[in-house]
């Protein structure tokens, strides 16, 4: 079994079927650790991490626990909690917000302890779906030589560079979602303390928010996110970045004690979707997969919980040598709802009638425990979790008209 790429998604994948006792290996093309963005877990992670059997590194890391998502206008005068343990759908009320280098090289360092060949510094740069008896990838090490690797058969876990959709031409990109994001890290900022000091704060700004996380050892990760047109033909460089910090006081005043400890990057237009997961020989997990907008930090989330239902997938194949695209439907259809159910929130989120209700939560009928298990990652299969997002999502309809909670946003340059 070959596992391409060895990040959370594709070290998962790889430690489910080593757990079941497959012979697996994984090719990553980088040297862990290294850097990653996207540091906010989702407390539905957590009991999945137990299963991988990561749990011991993860207390032993000392990342700092994370108990809630907070919503915050751009100056501070408004915001909005949502804790984990008030939601809908019991389960673990909290999670972590990590280093990903560290999260990421302990997961995969996990896997290489439950047996996993884990080969990194090899990069793939053929494949054959059609090789006899099965597939085989050609990987170019560190040292320039190439070896090929055979097996019966293939995840891509290869993040977002995407590699099968890319080739094969599965990749579609979200023409709703086209945003950027520039980001960096700071040491010294300011922060909450107790149980709060962990809460990643959403800051809301016309057309887009900031993202402000709490890591342990006082470093903070700070980005921006909008939509492409915001930029104007400006470049989302370090001078951008530090006008965008002076123009949004919450971020402003959090930073200003602060000092900035890593080099300010940016990516653009990287949500996509790809118009099939499996075939023949091949699945596709995690944001090789697909990649929604991160403001509800469902990547980490997303990845793990489809490489466990791959791996169920893949298991069945591999007893039943039956390697064909119908053996892995179930699982094509389970991460495509998931997606979509994100998806849909978070274009509702890029509307200032959905941020208005957002900022103006309800308990009727229990709407605020159903957005909270939502933002929790719990409850996206579950019908009395979804019924209610569309309520939800039809209160924020009908306040555009009607404007029954107060405007938090004005709606964002068109």
């Not at 990987?139 to 320039?144: K, N, T």
């Not at 979200?174 to 040491?187: G, I, R």
């Not at 080099?263 to 996509?272: A, E, L």
């Not at 997303?302 to 039943?320: K, Q, T, Y």
């Amino acid at each position: 079994m070959i596992v391409i790429g060895g990040g959370p998604a594709g070290a998962a994948a790889g430690t489910r079927l080593a757990q079941r006792g497959h012979r697996v290996v994984i090719l990553e093309k980088e040297q862990f650790p290294r850097f990653h963005i996207g540091e906010s877990m989702l407390p539905c992670s957590m009991p999945l991490i137990e299963q991988l059997g990561a749990m011991p590194r993860m207390k032993a890391a000392d990342f700092l626990p994370k108990y809630a998502a907070e919503f915050v206008t751009a100056d501070g005068s408004l915001r909005r909690r949502y804790a984990f343990r008030d939601g809908l759908v019991q389960g673990a009320s909290s999670a972590y917000e990590v280093d990903r280098s560290e999260f990421d090289k302990l997961l995969l360092d996990n896997a290489i302890e439950q047996g996993v060949d884990v080969r990194q510094g090899a990069q793939v740069i053929r494949f054959d779906l059609d090789a006899k008896p099965g597939v085989s990838v050609v990987a170019r090490l560190d040292d320039g030589s190439e070896t090929t690797f055979q097996a019966s058969m293939l995840i891509d876990a290869s993040g977002q560079a995407s590699l099968l959709a890319g080739r094969l031409g599965l990749r579609e990109m979200d023409q709703e979602l086209k945003n950027f994001a520039v980001f960096s890290h700071y040491e010294g900022a300011s922060r909450a303390s107790g149980e709060e000091e962990g809460d990643i704060s959403v800051v809301l700004v016309p057309g887009g928010w900031w993202w402000v996380i709490p890591l342990r050892n006082d470093r903070t990760s700070v980005g921006l996110v909008g939509p492409s047109r915001n930029l104007r033909g400006q470049k989302p460089d370090e001078a951008y970045f530090a006008a965008q910090i002076a123009a949004t006081p919450f971020v402003r005043d959090r930073l200003a004690p602060a000092t900035r400890v890593a080099p300010v990057r940016s990516v653009s237009d990287y949500s996509y979707v790809s118009r099939k997961l499996v075939g023949d020989r091949f699945v596709l997990i995690g944001d090789a997969a697909a990649f929604i907008d991160p403001v509800f930090s469902t990547g980490v989330y997303l990845g793990i919980v489809g490489a466990f239902r791959a791996a169920e997938a893949v298991d069945a194949a591999l007893r039943s040598g039956n390697f064909g695209r119908s053996q892995f439907l179930s699982y094509e259809r389970e991460a495509q709802k998931n997606v979509a159910t994100y998806r849909q929130f978070v274009k509702g989120f890029y509307t200032p009638e959905f941020v208005d209700v957002l900022m103006s939560p309800s308990d009727w009928l229990s709407l605020r425990a159903a957005i909270t298990s939502l933002l929790a990652g719990f409850g996206v299969d579950r019908f009395d979790v979804n019924w209610r997002v569309q309520v939800f999502r039809a209160i924020a309809r009908a306040n555009k008209r009607l404007g029954f909670v107060p405007r938090v946003l004005e709606p964002r340059p068109s």
